[in-house]
């Protein structure tokens, strides 16, 4: 018999209440939208956090929007969630030919076709009730990503940095948190977008170390295979690149020495990942990308302060 469950997906989160306590008939659906692997949705949600805080710094107020922050964390999970549907309804053939994704619900048969297909569905009419809860403008800025979003999951059959195309979507939460808050986008949200854009990729070349040796027998292509033994090099490039373009954002927005400060350890988590990549430790590549829901949280936290010192002088 074939393994299901968690225990036949390396990076899942061992124990997560999904596999636990949740009803056996939902469990493959949670797996579909990777509920138990919840790094994705934490990367999906802070650039949006990110914009938020620098929308509040530039406002002049004390604090991101609390609703909207909320509204940005259900919809992280959400579209999270009908985004790895959507990937897995499209990649259900070549992840029966990768050892790490093989036992996912489509491919493993614990999903039909017709019920993810169902299931991709209700994920983003949850997305959408939370995206029409915003201005009118940053419900034209969200629905503009629709059409990055369905052409991610077939980069990876020609174009040799797929994970460029991850991070124009997975970046778009940068404009959103601005979007939400003016009614409009200027160059502080625009440079955030571009850091982030550069962060998706050198962190989701980390991730794609786990399956460097399967994608190149199945012949997928990924910015891991395209820098090859200069992969240490390439994500340095990309985190480097991200420094130089948030550094600006929050520089156009006017933050002060707390924002930076943030962003300097925020920098110097980045760099440890770098002088810690291994091309031959795929545990070692899933531990450093997680290890970005830290570091991303340490510069929101930072950003959060920064506006609340100002508007709190004393």
Sequence with gaps: M????AAALPDAVRGHWADRIAPPSLRPYLRLARIERPIGWWLLLLPCWWSAALAAIAAGLPWPDPLHCLLFLIGAVAMRGAGCTYNDIVDRDLDTKVERTRQRPLPSGQVRLRGAVAFLVALALIGLT????????AIGTGLASLGIIALYPFMKRFFWMPQIVLGFAFAWGALMGWAAAFGSLSLAPVLLYAGSIAWVVGYDTIYALQDIE????VGIHSSARFFGANVRLGVGICYALTALFLGGALSVAGSRWVGFAGLVVFVLHLARQVARIDRNDGEGALRLFRSNRDAGLMLFAALVLDSAIRFFPG
């Design 2 to 5: 074939k393994p299901t469950g």
């Design 130 to 137: 939370v995206l029409l809860q915003f201005n009118p403008f």
């Design 214 to 217: 399967d994608d190149e027998v």
